[in-house]
């Protein structure tokens, strides 16, 4: 069937550094897709989202790249802070059977060295 | 006030007990989300109602029934509890449309099935 998942399961970096956590799709139908963090003890919170017609996207301090040719989205953090330890989901809009809903990937933990 | 509210937080029930997980919104979205978190899975979607009387299962409905009481609220039960339901839970909601992935969760809850 059809996944979305991470390339690592883990990720630290040195506060001030950027970040980049990466996450490759299979599914060629998905047209949508979003990065979402969620802090211990807390709900999954949207960061930035992505549609298939672009292949960047800009928030603060965040960018998103979309690939499609490879199937592969990343999200990069610019200036990562502590505040930024976190899970990092990405998710994909699955047009097939579940009415589009959202497809989650199993999440890259980001730890930020002081 | 949280957006969307799950009740209770924390369980910690016996196996064949059932239980029911509670989840209010006042964010006035029409379409409601149960999602279950296991360390290493991402998040899998259980149940989803697009308005009260719609209800559909996702991908893990097995051993799981919803009931939307309105359009506030979408709880979750399972009838006889086993351990292998030990999990994070958690409500979602989302706007009506076309390209409206973004879901809001709640906090989550937590449930113990020994």
């Given at each position: 069937g059809e996944s979305v998942g991470l390339h690592l399961p883990t990720l630290s970096v040195q506060e001030g550094d950027n970040s980049i956590i990466n996450c490759a799709y299979s599914?060629?139908?998905?047209?949508y897709f979003i990065w979402y963090k969620q802090e211990s003890g807390k709900g999954p919170q949207f960061i930035i989202d992505i549609r298939s017609n672009m292949d960047k996207r800009q928030g603060q301090r965040v960018t998103v790249l979309l690939n499609k040719t490879v199937k592969h989205l990343s999200l990069q953090i610019a200036a990562?802070?502590?505040?930024?330890s976190a899970v990092y989901f990405c998710a994909e809009k699955d047009y097939?059977?579940?009415?589009g809903n959202l497809i989650f990937g199993k999440g890259t933990k980001l730890s930020v060295k002081p | 006030d949280a957006d969307v509210t799950q009740t209770p937080r924390n369980r910690i029930t016996k196996t064949g007990k059932r239980i029911m997980l509670e989840c209010s919104q006042?964010?006035?979205?029409?379409r409601m989300y149960w999602y279950r978190q296991d360390p290493g899975l991402g998040l899998r979607l259980i149940y989803y109602s697009f308005d009260v009387k719609d209800i559909n299962k996702g991908e893990i409905s097995d051993g799981y029934s919803v009931s939307?009481?309105?359009?506030?609220k979408f709880s979750l039960s399972l009838e006889s509890a086993i351990p292998n339901q030990t999990a994070l839970y958690f409500c979602a909601t989302s706007r009506q449309g076309?390209?409206?992935g973004e879901l809001f969760f709640g906090e989550g809850s937590r449930l113990t099935v020994l």
């Open positions: 599914n060629s139908a998905s047209d990562t802070q502590p505040g930024d097939g059977g579940s009415q | 006042t964010k006035g979205h029409d939307r009481q309105a359009q506030a076309p390209d409206t």
